[in-house]
């Protein structure tokens, strides 16, 4: 420990003795009335006893790299310092409003159980946690993903071109999927033969076949084959990847439509409309609301299946955010920072979809039978 | 010929090896209304979803309003928008509101304009007491009231002709009387009515005909008093009795009715349009209905 090194010593056995104080505390049946007070008491108690544990395990490994000290400050010293206060007062405020008269009981009841159960499950994956954050390697990793000076290059302009350029693919490929996908669901659900074994044969091939071997198909196969040119990267990735996508997309928009209720396509044929028109006005209104989830996953995974697309050979403007990453990592210094970068930009993308979703999931609730 | 509104000759419709219709002749005259009771798996749902095509008879004819809807060359779409049915489970729209549910086939399939369709919707709606909900969505509804704006959807096609595939027995107790009343003030207005129920007072009081139907064959058929108070054949007989007075049924006749439960179970399997089981406590009897059956 590079940081406050005699005050350490000192705080580790304070650290301890605490620990302990709480561990029995939350073990005499008599001591907590209620269970919250309970369950923070073990809690605390096992969060204490994990620093002296995470600062003296030693892995063996030759000098570790310390928490950088601004951090290690923070985190070993006040933080438990906060923790060894709060577990004081708890006692403390404890044993003054304790009831003068306690009634007689033995052992620790069901409802203390329960506390001590939820105590064990707080403060376990606490400890866990405290113990990995000393141990890890931070000046690694602080060199290898967090050096700023490595995204110089590539931000903002490279970064935000090649954000639009996901987008981009992602929404082109969405939309061969979703109008390709809907012909597959309502040629599955065809009276007629021959449409069903069309689209259940789609669907078996695009499904098993990896999605690369379609983006280098469409690329390079397919213009060779009927000596056409694909003029736009955009399009050849949304052709590509709409074509795999199409295939999953199928299948959920078919389950969409066959979980709307047979009465209500009965009660629109009985008030003499067409089949058609059924569909369009009945079957699938409610069957978008039903498949809104598995379609939301549908382009997430389509968002993330864009990175694919550099192997139909990209121009430096054409680049989407995974491109981006494996050049940024080649850079000389800096590391891996690009890809930690380029991950929280997919989130970008994705968290507020998800977001959306659920808002939209939330506004058709009132027309839910 | 001319007031004859549906006409039946022979049919018969199976499920698979499940025999369920077994030759029906049955003739409804214009403005007469005629309800249709029998056993659960007797075929009267299968019967009355036959008449506007929703099952596909194995054999037989049915003319609707002259028009031969088991010919596969007519526009059936086009004969039942003169039919309205309304359904056990009401299936209305959900995703639609009242006015909605009522508006949708008016304009998309009589052409009408929003404005007319809308004026006749709130017309039908005031006519079964629902003005006023006009901009709810049906899950907002009660059972009762979700029923009677099916019928007021139905009515609003200007049908000659309605079909009623047990309209009260998904509904609570309390609320089959509405719903009940409404049938009864559209009966009494003239319109042309099947009706399949379990509700044995109405029949007596408001059908014209009665026709009890057992495993697939027409039993009986007659004015509607009659046969309710006074069946003519055994079967109509025992039924009857079962249902207008279940505290009394015998211990010696504990299972007599279980073939017809099996049969009934087993149409539930392949038909695909569940029947719910009958309420405990029985049809008819229910306390709240407008229409008291006295004993007799």
């Known amino acids: 420990m590079d940081f406050l090194i005699p005050f350490m010593q000192v705080w580790v056995i304070a650290e301890l003795c605490v620990a302990a104080v709480m561990l ?19 809690t605390l108690g096992l969060v204490l006893l994990a620093y002296p544990v995470g600062i003296f395990i030693d892995k063996g490994t030759g000098p570790k790299d310390p928490l950088p000290v601004a951090l290690g400050n923070i985190f070993v010293v006040y933080l438990p310092g906060v923790l060894m206060a709060g577990a004081v007062l708890l006692a403390v405020v404890t044993l003054i409003r304790r009831p003068k008269v306690t009634t ?12 001590i159960g939820r105590g064990l499950q707080y403060g376990l994956f606490l400890a866990l946690l405290i113990v990995v954050v000393i141990q890890m390697n931070w000046d690694y990793l602080s060199q290898r993903f967090f050096t700023v000076a490595a995204l110089r290059e590539a931000w903002p302009d490279q970064m935000i071109h090649a954000l639009l350029n996901t987008l981009k693919y992602t929404l082109g490929a969405f939309a ?10 309502l040629a599955k659900l065809s009276s007629v033969k021959l449409y069903r ?13 990896p999605a690369l071997l379609i983006v280098m198909a469409v690329a390079y196969g397919v213009p060779m084959a009927l000596g056409i040119r694909i003029p736009t990267l955009a399009l050849k990735a949304a052709i590509a990847l ?21 009465g209500q396509v009965e009660a629109a044929r009985s008030l003499g409309m067409s089949y058609g028109q059924t569909m369009i006005s009945v079957v699938i209104p409610q069957a978008i609301r039903i498949v809104l989830p598995p379609v939301t996953n549908e382009i997430i995974l389509l968002t993330k299946d864009t990175s694919l ?21 080649a850079e000389p210094y800096g590391g891996l920072t690009a890809l930690f970068a380029i991950g929280a930009c997919y989130l970008i993308i994705t968290l507020p979809l998800g977001f959306l979703v659920r808002r939209m999931e939330k506004g058709f609730g009132k027309a839910r039978a | 010929m001319s007031d004859v509104v549906v006409q039946i000759e022979g049919l018969h419709k199976s499920f698979g090896d499940h025999h369920v219709l077994k030759g029906i002749d049955l003739t409804i005259h214009e403005r007469e209304v005629v309800c ?17 095509m929703l099952e596909q008879p194995s054999a037989g004819r049915v003319w609707l309003l002259g028009t031969e809807v088991t010919d596969p060359e007519v526009d059936l779409d086009e004969v039942r928008t003169h039919v309205g049915m309304v359904f056990q489970q009401f299936n209305l729209f959900p995703h639609k509101t009242v006015l909605g549910n009522l508006t949708l086939a008016q304009v998309k399939v009589l052409g009408r304009s929003r404005a007319e369709a809308e004026a006749v919707a709130r017309r039908n709606l005031e006519q079964v007491g629902l003005a006023d909900r006009a901009d709810a969505y049906p899950a ?20 000659k002709l309605m079909l009623f595939d047990e309209p009260t027995s998904a509904l609570d107790p309390e609320l089959v009387g509405d719903v009940l009343a409404v049938m009864r003030d559209l009966a009494k207005a003239g319109m042309t009515m099947m009706v399949v129920t379990h509700e044995m007072a109405f029949a007596r009081d408001v059908g014209d005909r009665v026709v009890f139907m057992d495993d697939g064959v027409v039993v009986e058929d007659g004015p509607a008093a009659q046969v309710i108070t006074d069946p003519q054949t055994e079967r109509a007989r025992v039924f009857l009795h079962r249902v207008l007075h279940p505290t009394e049924v015998d211990d010696a006749e504990l299972g007599q009715t279980d073939a017809s439960r099996a049969a009934a179970a087993s149409e539930r399997g392949r038909g695909g349009h569940g029947h719910r089981p009958p309420r405990a406590g029985g049809y008819g009897a229910g306390g709240a209905s407008p229409i008291k059956l006295t004993d007799h």
């Open chain 1, 104 to 115: 007689p009981k033995r052992g620790l009841k069901r409802s203390d159980k329960r506390a």
């Open chain 2, 140 to 159: 907002q509804l009660s059972g009762g009231q979700q029923q009677r704006v099916a019928i007021a959807r139905a009515l609003s096609m200007d049908p």
């Open chain 1, 176 to 185: 061969v999927s979703l109008t390709l996908g809907m012909i597959l669901a």
């Open chain 2, 36 to 52: 249709v009771i029998g056993p659960s798996g007797s075929g009267k749902s299968t019967l009355l979803r036959c008449v506007n």
């Open chain 1, 242 to 262: 709409g074509l795999v996508s199409a295939a999953y997309m199928a299948e959920s928009l078919r389950a969409g439509i066959q979980a709307v209720p047979k």
């Open chain 1, 24 to 42: 029995v505390l939350t073990a005499l049946p008599h001591f907590y009335t209620t269970a919250a007070p309970r369950t923070a008491s073990l």
């Open chain 1, 309 to 329: 697309v550099y192997l139909a050979g990209v121009t430096m403007a054409e680049w989407e955010l995974t491109k981006l990453a494996r050049e940024s990592v």
């Open chain 1, 197 to 209: 074994y069309l689209a259940t044969g789609y669907i078996e091939l695009f499904r098993g076949l």
